[in-house]
C-alpha cells in the first residue's frame, strides 16, 4: 500500500548529538488524507516534519513520495515540489505584495524586468485555482493570519507539492479564523491535497483529521483512524499513562476581596487598542483577560508589563505606580511577565536552560555573571521537575529543547524573581495537555501563596484557574464573570454577541 501514499517514512532514525529525537518512527499519509501528528512536548513531531522536508538528513530510514525515493538532501527546488510546510512563524515577506511573495524567486525564464501588471494577473489566477480570496495586491502585513496562511498553501500547491504540512497553524486564529481555514482546508482535501496537521489541541484533531500518528518519547506507538478513538485512548498513546487530562480545577475559595490589590489598572487605554479601563487583582486571585485575537487583551496585558505605554491611566502594583511603556521598571515593581511569543521576547538561545530560567530582562542588558551559581542550577532544576521541562539538564542550552519546553523556560524565569503578580499572555500556547495541567497549577500556585496573578487569553483551559474573568471585545469590556460561567456564554462573550451580560457592574 505504501505506493499510494503521499507520503511513507518508514524506520526513520535522528540523533542530535546525544540526544536521540527519533527512533524508527514511521508515518503514511494518503491523497485526501488530515493526518494529526500528536505527542507531548519533545516528543519528536518537529523533527520528524523536518525530515520530511527534506531539513534535517536522517541517520538512518528511508520517505518515500508517490511511492518514490525522496530527493536527494539540500536538493530545495525538488523537495519543494513534494511537500511544503506551513509554520506558526510566516514565511511571507511582510512588506511585499501577495503576487510579490507568491512569484519571489520564480520569475519565468528570459524575463529580464518584472512586468507587475502581468504579474499580478499569474497571481489573481493561481489563487483562483485554489480558491484563495485575497488581492494579490495587498500588502502581506495586512492580510489576516489565516489569508497569509492560505498565500503560503496556494504557492506550494503551485510548485506541485500535494503533502502540506501545518505546524500548530490555529495558535494565531480566533474561532472564526479557524473555522475559514477548516474550510478551506477540508475543500483543497476533496481535490486530493493531504495534509499533516500538528496540534496540541485534541479537539481540533477530532474536527479536522481523520487519521492520527502518535508519537511518544522518539517512537510511533499508534496510528489509528479518529473516528471511534476515545479522548482518554489517545491522551494515554501520548502519555503512557492512564490519566485524566481535563484539569480538574475546584471553584477558588471566595477569596479575600477586602484586601489591598497588588495590581491595579485605573483609568488605563490604549488608543486603537483598547478604552479606559479599571481593575484591581488582589492576593490570592488569578483574573482573566479574556477576548479573541483583536479584542485589544494582549494590548492590555502588555502595558501592564511595561511592553507598552498607554495613553492614559497607570499601572500600579502595590499601591506604586509603574513607570509607563517600562519594561525594567515593572519588573523591579515586582511583574513577572511570561510573554506570547517566547522567541522573540523570551530566550537567549545559545544559554542554559539554567541561565534563561534566572535571566531578566536587566540582566540582558548588563553582563553576564561567568560563574554558574549553584542557587541558580538548584532553581533550574526544581523548575525542570515542577514544569516536567524534558531537558538533558540546567545546562543544555534552550536551543536544543523542544518549542513547548523552551517556553516552560519562560515560565520558569518569570517565577524565579518572586513577582508580586505574574501577568501571563497565552501561557500554554504549543504546550501539550499534560504539561498544561502542570504550567496552569503553577499559576495557580502563584495566587495561591498570597500573590496575584493575570491570564490573558482565548483558550477556555486557560480561563478556567481563573476566580474571576474580565472579557473584551473590541477593545472594550463587555462582560465579567465569577466562577461558575459556561464555556458557551464566555465564547459569545468573546465573539461579541453575549446576552445579558453587557456592561455588567463596571460599564
Ligand atoms: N537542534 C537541536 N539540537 C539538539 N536537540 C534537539 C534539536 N532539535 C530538537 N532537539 C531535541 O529532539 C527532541 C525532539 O524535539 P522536537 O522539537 O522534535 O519535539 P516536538 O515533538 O516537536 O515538541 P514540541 O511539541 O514541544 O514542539 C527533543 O528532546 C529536543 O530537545
Redesign the pocket.
Known amino acids: 500500500m505504501a505506493a499510494a501514499a503521499v507520503v511513507h517514512a518508514e524506520g526513520v532514525v535522528?540523533r542530535?548529538?546525544p540526544?536521540?529525537?527519533?527512533d524508527g518512527v514511521r508515518l503514511t499519509v494518503r491523497p485526501g488524507e488530515s493526518h494529526a501528528l500528536v505527542?507531548?512536548?519533545?516528543?519528536?513531531?518537529?523533527?520528524?516534519?523536518?525530515v520530511l522536508t527534506g531539513l534535517h538528513r536522517p541517520d538512518a530510514g528511508t520517505v518515500h513520495f508517490d511511492g518514490a525515493p525522496a530527493p536527494a538532501f539540500g536538493d530545495t527546488a525538488a523537495w519543494r515540489s513534494k511537500v511544503a510546510c506551513v509554520y506558526q512563524k510566516s514565511m511571507v515577506v511582510p512588506e511585499l505584495t501577495v503576487a510579490e511573495n507568491l512569484f519571489l524567486n520564480r520569475f519565468q525564464e528570459g524575463e529580464r524586468f518584472i512586468h507587475w501588471a502581468k504579474l499580478r494577473a499569474r497571481a489573481r489566477a493561481l489563487l483562483a485555482e485554489y480558491g484563495v480570496d485575497v488581492d494579490p495586491g495587498a500588502r502581506a502585513k495586512d492580510l489576516a493570519v489565516e489569508q497569509r496562511q492560505f498565500v503560503e498553501i496556494a504557492k506550494a500547491l503551485s510548485f506541485g507539492a500535494r503533502l502540506i504540512i501545518l505546524d500548530e497553524p490555529t495558535a494565531q486564529l480566533d474561532a472564526r479564523g479557524i473555522q475559514r481555514l477548516f474550510d478551506k482546508l477540508r475543500d483543497l482535501q476533496s481535490q486530493g491535497v493531504a495534509f499533516l496537521f500538528?496540534s496540541?489541541h485534541l479537539q481540533e484533531v477530532y474536527e479536522l483529521c481523520t487519521a492520527v500518528t502518535v508519537?511518544r518519547d522518539?517512537r510511533h506507538v499508534l496510528t489509528a483512524p479518529v473516528q471511534g478513538l476515545a479522548k482518554a485512548d489517545l491522551v494515554a498513546a501520548m502519555t503512557g499513562e492512564e490519566t485524566s487530562v481535563v484539569p480538574d480545577w475546584e471553584p477558588a475559595p471566595r477569596r479575600v476581596r477586602e484586601a489591598e490589590p497588588l495590581l491595579r489598572a485605573e483609568g488605563l487605554a490604549l488608543e486603537g487598542a483598547y478604552e479606559p479601563l479599571d481593575f484591581a487583582v488582589r492576593p490570592g486571585e488569578v483574573v482573566g483577560l479574556a477576548g479573541a485575537a483583536a479584542s485589544g487583551n494582549t494590548a492590555l496585558g502588555e502595558t501592564l508589563v511595561g511592553m507598552r505605554a498607554p495613553t492614559a491611566g497607570a499601572v500600579r502594583v502595590r499601591g506604586r505606580e509603574v513607570r509607563p511603556g517600562s519594561v525594567p521598571d515593572a519588573l523591579e515593581a515586582g511583574i513577572g511577565y511570561i510573554p506570547e511569543d517566547r522567541h522573540r521576547q523570551g530566550l537567549v538561545a545559545e544559554r542554559s536552560v539554567a541561565e534563561n530560567a534566572t535571566l531578566t530582562v536587566t540582566d540582558q542588558l548588563g553582563r553576564w555573571g561567568t560563574v554558574l551559581p549553584s542557587r541558580t542550577r538548584e532553581f533550574a532544576a526544581s523548575m525542570i521537575r515542577s514544569l516536567d521541562i524534558?531537558?538533558?539538564g540546567p545546562d543544555?542550552p534552550v536551543?536544543?529543547?523542544?518549542?513547548?519546553?523552551?517556553?516552560k523556560v519562560v515560565v520558569a524565569r518569570a517565577l524565579a524573581r518572586r513577582p508580586h503578580a505574574l501577568v501571563a499572555i497565552r501561557p500554554t500556547a504549543?504546550?501539550?495537555v499534560k504539561s498544561k495541567e502542570a504550567l496552569l497549577a503553577v499559576v495557580r500556585r502563584v495566587a495561591d501563596e498570597g500573590r496575584a496573578a493575570v491570564i490573558v487569553s482565548d483558550e477556555l483551559d486557560d480561563l478556567r484557574v481563573c476566580d474571576r474573568l474580565l472579557v473584551l471585545f473590541h477593545g472594550r469590556l463587555v462582560a465579567e464573570y465569577d466562577t461558575g460561567w459556561t464555556d458557551r456564554e464566555l465564547v459569545a462573550a468573546m465573539e461579541g454577541v453575549a446576552e445579558g451580560t453587557v456592561g455588567g457592574e463596571r460599564a
Open positions: 535522528k542530535f548529538g540526544t536521540l529525537a527519533l505527542g507531548r512536548n519533545g516528543a519528536g513531531k518537529s523533527t520528524l516534519v523536518g500538528i496540541h508519537l522518539a524534558r531537558t538533558r543544555q536551543s536544543g529543547l523542544s518549542g513547548g519546553n523552551q517556553q504549543g504546550v501539550d
